[in-house]
Protein backbone atom coordinates (compact mmCIF):
# COMPACT_ATOMS: atom_id res chain seq x y z
CA UNK A 1 0.00 0.00 0.00
CA UNK A 2 1.09 3.47 -1.24
CA UNK A 3 1.25 6.82 0.55
CA UNK A 4 -1.51 7.54 -1.80
CA UNK A 5 -3.86 4.88 -0.91
CA UNK A 6 -4.10 5.98 2.43
CA UNK A 7 -5.46 8.78 4.36
CA UNK A 8 -3.99 10.93 7.05
CA UNK A 9 -5.02 8.69 10.06
CA UNK A 10 -3.21 5.64 8.04
CA UNK A 11 -6.26 3.46 6.91
CA UNK A 12 -6.81 2.79 3.62
CA UNK A 13 -9.01 4.62 1.55
CA UNK A 14 -12.21 2.50 -0.14
CA UNK A 15 -12.63 5.00 -2.98
CA UNK A 16 -8.78 4.54 -4.55
CA UNK A 17 -9.17 0.47 -3.73
CA UNK A 18 -12.78 0.80 -5.72
CA UNK A 19 -11.48 2.17 -8.45
CA UNK A 20 -8.56 -0.32 -8.94
CA UNK A 21 -10.69 -3.38 -9.25
CA UNK A 22 -13.79 -1.89 -11.17
CA UNK A 23 -13.02 -2.87 -14.82
CA UNK A 24 -12.11 -6.54 -13.47
CA UNK A 25 -16.00 -6.32 -11.74
CA UNK A 26 -17.54 -4.93 -15.09
CA UNK A 27 -16.15 -7.88 -16.65
CA UNK A 28 -17.67 -10.04 -14.52
CA UNK A 29 -20.88 -8.76 -14.02
CA UNK A 30 -21.34 -8.14 -18.23
CA UNK A 31 -20.34 -12.11 -18.41
CA UNK A 32 -22.45 -13.36 -16.01
CA UNK A 33 -25.43 -11.20 -16.92
CA UNK A 34 -27.53 -12.68 -19.89
CA UNK A 35 -28.71 -10.21 -22.66
CA UNK A 36 -32.47 -10.12 -22.95
CA UNK A 37 -33.49 -11.42 -26.19
CA UNK A 38 -36.02 -10.53 -28.54
CA UNK A 39 -38.75 -12.46 -26.77
CA UNK A 40 -38.56 -10.77 -23.18
CA UNK A 41 -39.33 -7.64 -25.48
CA UNK A 42 -42.45 -8.72 -26.76
CA UNK A 43 -43.70 -10.33 -23.89
CA UNK A 44 -42.74 -7.08 -21.82
CA UNK A 45 -44.68 -4.64 -24.50
CA UNK A 46 -47.90 -7.14 -24.59
CA UNK A 47 -48.05 -7.03 -20.76
CA UNK A 48 -48.05 -3.33 -20.85
CA UNK A 49 -50.25 -3.20 -24.18
CA UNK A 50 -52.71 -5.39 -21.89
CA UNK A 51 -52.48 -2.66 -19.14
CA UNK A 52 -52.87 0.00 -21.29
CA UNK A 53 -55.85 -1.34 -22.62
CA UNK A 54 -57.26 -2.42 -19.34
CA UNK A 55 -56.55 1.42 -17.99
CA UNK A 56 -58.64 2.80 -21.03
CA UNK A 57 -61.41 0.31 -20.05
CA UNK A 58 -61.51 1.66 -16.53
CA UNK A 59 -60.98 5.42 -17.87
CA UNK A 60 -63.85 5.00 -20.24
CA UNK A 61 -66.16 3.67 -16.99
CA UNK A 62 -65.22 6.44 -14.76
CA UNK A 63 -65.63 9.54 -17.21
CA UNK A 64 -69.40 7.55 -17.81
CA UNK A 65 -69.92 7.67 -14.17
CA UNK A 66 -69.13 10.63 -13.06
CA UNK A 67 -71.07 12.20 -16.13
CA UNK A 68 -74.18 10.70 -14.70
CA UNK A 69 -73.58 11.19 -11.07
CA UNK A 70 -72.49 14.62 -10.57
CA UNK A 71 -71.87 15.89 -6.77
CA UNK A 72 -74.49 17.98 -5.42
CA UNK A 73 -73.48 19.61 -2.20
CA UNK A 74 -74.98 22.48 -0.45
CA UNK A 75 -71.81 23.83 0.19
CA UNK A 76 -69.24 25.55 -1.82
CA UNK A 77 -66.27 23.75 -0.31
CA UNK A 78 -67.51 20.13 -0.54
CA UNK A 79 -68.40 20.92 -4.08
CA UNK A 80 -64.78 22.37 -5.07
CA UNK A 81 -63.48 19.16 -3.13
CA UNK A 82 -65.68 16.27 -4.88
CA UNK A 83 -64.87 17.97 -8.14
CA UNK A 84 -61.00 18.45 -7.56
CA UNK A 85 -61.16 14.34 -6.31
CA UNK A 86 -62.87 13.44 -9.41
CA UNK A 87 -60.92 15.50 -11.72
CA UNK A 88 -57.61 13.42 -10.56
CA UNK A 89 -58.55 10.32 -9.99
CA UNK A 90 -59.82 10.69 -13.78
CA UNK A 91 -56.65 12.11 -14.81
CA UNK A 92 -54.53 9.44 -13.16
CA UNK A 93 -56.51 6.30 -14.94
CA UNK A 94 -55.83 8.52 -18.23
CA UNK A 95 -52.03 8.56 -17.05
CA UNK A 96 -52.00 5.42 -16.49
CA UNK A 97 -53.49 4.25 -20.17
CA UNK A 98 -50.82 6.97 -21.83
CA UNK A 99 -48.44 5.42 -19.71
CA UNK A 100 -48.69 1.89 -20.33
CA UNK A 101 -49.42 2.35 -24.10
CA UNK A 102 -46.11 4.19 -24.84
CA UNK A 103 -44.19 1.74 -22.82
CA UNK A 104 -45.78 -0.98 -24.86
CA UNK A 105 -44.98 0.59 -27.80
CA UNK A 106 -41.73 1.48 -26.86
CA UNK A 107 -40.71 -2.38 -25.97
CA UNK A 108 -42.46 -3.42 -29.49
CA UNK A 109 -40.15 -1.18 -31.33
CA UNK A 110 -37.39 -2.24 -29.30
CA UNK A 111 -38.36 -5.78 -29.93
CA UNK A 112 -38.45 -5.23 -33.98
CA UNK A 113 -35.07 -3.62 -33.45
CA UNK A 114 -33.47 -6.86 -31.79
CA UNK A 115 -34.82 -8.97 -34.89
CA UNK A 116 -33.58 -6.72 -37.29
CA UNK A 117 -29.90 -5.94 -35.71
CA UNK A 118 -27.42 -8.75 -35.15
CA UNK A 119 -25.21 -9.37 -32.00
CA UNK A 120 -23.91 -6.15 -30.44
CA UNK A 121 -22.56 -4.83 -27.70
CA UNK A 122 -24.42 -2.47 -25.41
CA UNK A 123 -23.17 1.36 -25.41
CA UNK A 124 -23.61 1.86 -22.01
Do not use: N
Not at 31 to 54: C, E, H, N
Amino acid sequence: MSDQDTTSKGFADPAAADSQSTPKKDAQTAVSKPRKGPISFLSGSATSLVLAWLSLGLSKRMVVYFAAHPPHFSSSIAQSIATALKTLMTGMCFLATFSFAFIGLGLFLVFLRSLFTGEQPDAA
